[in-house]
């Protein structure tokens, strides 16, 4: 195993032994690591940040490292916590109170962090989205979740279709003062008003936290709701699974947008106390090596179709860095190929470690823990306090080597505690006191994991979740199309594309042009990573006689399979 010692320490890893302590440990347990206020109220807010810049030794450690190709700028505890103090009271000026929902459209930034924070600190809940959702993807997210403020920046403020939002009540500009029009709040203007000591509200463990939109297979996205309470759970996975500790530096590649940049981008790192290195920009190889030396990065969470990009750029690019800073390298978001395990121990001399967790599962569930052997393919094994089983329809466990639906035993702290204004929805998830994934999986006779896909017509494109339906409303919503069917086709390097079956309406006729004009249609009007990456235009689109689109069948005549059971299809 000597791939699991540490490069040039002798640190003791935070799970030492993996099965013993899945035998012992317990949630209650856990909790007792949290300076809880006097009346039993909390705010992560408090636990990730100003608990640090309340500790003399730790106040002046750098918190946010920020570096982007035009910014370099670093916060520490003491400062974090005095910025998020300030924009705290700017939302408390305006009126924001618990329970509110504040959304966050912008790219990644100091001052994202900051008002972020602050949010959290009086109470309210708050909603990151992607910076690259365009209309469409910003008017459901902010209707659904009723939002009365939303911070954003000049330049994306033409996506937001204000009048469209009767809820909206305030916007939040962050820009130069001379890019800001009247009617808004200037963000630099206010903050430089604003009092740096803020009472922050103290919540129950129960009361929300965070939104995270996301996509299934039918319906517009859903509005994943999440407390609290969570805290413990990122923290504790912070320790046994990202293997933080006090002298960490620590890179997620995720945006905020998904839950990934949340989670384990903001609140694992600073409940953990490790400084956090946030890179904005478009992805490069060098920027990536580059950053991974300048800022001697230990312990890096990235995903697969990173790795893969980087393993396609060569290994000439790799022997012009260093790279003998990182000591822990994690992956997340889609199936990790051994071929990429692979690639990581010869670039890094290091394993890279799968983890599976879904938005709705708020953290980490099934993991690869530094100390425990790896197979290859394998997801892992579920965290000290979790139960995963295979189960069948009915809900009922199967045994191993046996294919069925991954699913968790209800009740882990971070689980979602609701599909917002959905509770059917919310409901649907649950069988037999478990929650069904919907990803299929086997569990070998030790206990590994192993995913085989989705069991729905979800599709995860370089480790982001879009939902066939929303691209399909888009795409009919062009002048040129009748119907259409989306689907994930397998990619070496993405995962999945996204392509789409089109019929087109009478009068149009297929060619070059119309077919990248309904792409750019797409992508500008829903979201670049969601546009047809291949459109095939077909006389009609497959569909079962109650009317669904049989995106299965669309599925297997393109990857030239069997088509299976096609009795419910429409004549
Ligand atoms: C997939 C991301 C294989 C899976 C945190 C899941 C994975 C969906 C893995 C959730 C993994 C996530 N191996 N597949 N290690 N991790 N997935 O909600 O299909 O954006 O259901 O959350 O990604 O995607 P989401």
């Not at 309406?505 to 992508?523: A, C, H, M, P, T």
Request: glycine share 8%.
């Amino acid at each position: 195993m000597s791939e699991n010692v540490l490069k040039g320490s002798n640190k003791q890893h935070n799970l030492n032994n993996y099965e013993e302590t899945y035998q012992n440990f317990s949630w209650d347990e856990a909790k007792q690591n949290f300076t809880w206020n006097e009346t039993g109220k909390v705010n992560i807010a408090y636990e990730a940040v100003d608990r640090h810049a309340e500790n003399p030794y730790k106040k002046d450690q750098v918190a946010l490292q920020y570096v982007s190709p035009d910014r370099k700028e670093s916060l520490t505890f003491d400062q974090l916590k005095k910025q998020s103090n300030q924009f705290a009271n700017v939302l408390k000026d305006q009126g924001i109170e618990k329970g509110d929902r504040v959304f966050l459209f912008m790219p990644r930034s100091p001052e994202f962090y900051a008002s972020f924070l602050g949010v959290l600190k009086v109470g309210a809940i708050a909603g990151p989205l992607f910076e690259a959702f365009m209309e469409q993807a910003v008017q459901d997210r902010l209707e659904d979740s009723e939002a009365v403020m939303l911070i954003t920046t000049p330049e994306l403020l033409s996506r937001v279709p204000e009048d469209q939002l009767p809820d909206l009540k305030k916007v939040v500009l962050v820009g130069d003062s001379s890019d800001i029009p009247d009617g808004y709040i200037d963000y630099h203007q206010e903050m430089a008003k604003a009092s740096e000591s803020f009472d922050l509200e103290w919540v129950d463990l129960e009361d929300g936290m965070v939104i995270h939109y996301t996509s299934g297979s039918t319906g517009k996205p859903k509005g994943v709701y999440h407390v609290h309470n969570a805290m413990i759970q990122h923290y504790q996975t912070g320790k046994w699974v990202l293997d933080l500790q006090e002298d960490d530096v620590y890179w997620c590649t995720a945006d905020p947008g998904w839950v990934t940049g949340t989670s384990y981008g903001i609140f694992a790192p600073w409940l953990n106390g490790v400084t956090n290195v946030v890179v904005g920009g478009r992805f490069s190889p060098e920027a990536w090596y580059g950053t991974l030396d300048d800022y001697q990065i230990s312990v890096w969470y990235s995903a697969p179709t990173a790795f893969r990009k980087l393993m396609s750029s060569g290994k000439e690019i790799v022997d012009d860095f260093k790279l003998d800073s990182v000591r822990h390298i994690l992956s997340v978001g889609e199936p990790l190929n051994p071929e990429v395990i692979h690639w990581g121990k010869k670039a890094f001399n290091l394993r890279i470690h799968d983890t599976w967790w879904m938005t709705e599962t708020g953290a980490q569930l099934i993991c690869n823990y530094p100390t425990m052997d790896i197979r290859p393919g394998s997801m892992g094994k579920p965290i000290p306090g979790v139960t995963a089983a295979i189960v069948d329809d009915q809900g009922e466990e199967l045994p191993p080597n046996q294919m069925g639906n991954l699913a968790i035993k209800a009740g882990w702290p971070s689980q979602m505690r609701a599909i917002w204004k959905r509770p059917e929805k919310f409901e649907s998830y649950f069988l037999n006191g478990w929650y069904v994934s919907g990803d299929s999986a086997y569990k070998d006779e030790d206990g590994y994991f192993w995913f085989q896909g989705r069991l729905d017509d979800v599709i995860n494109t370089s480790g982001e979740r879009v939902g066939p339906f929303e691209v399909e409303s888009k795409l009919i919503e062009h002048e040129a199309v009748a119907e259409a069917g989306v689907i994930g086709k397998p990619d070496p390097e993405r995962g999945e594309i996204i392509k789409a079956f089109v019929a087109l309406n009478d009068g149009y006729e297929e060619s070059e042009d119309l077919l990248e004009d309904i792409r750019q249609f797409v992508k500008k009007g829903f979201a670049a990573h969601a546009a047809p990456r291949e459109i095939q235009v077909t006389d009609a689109i497959p569909k079962t006689r109650s009317g669904k689109i049989m995106r299965r069948l669309l599925k297997s005549r393109e990857l030239g399979l069997p088509e299976g059971d096609t009795s419910t299809l429409e004549e």
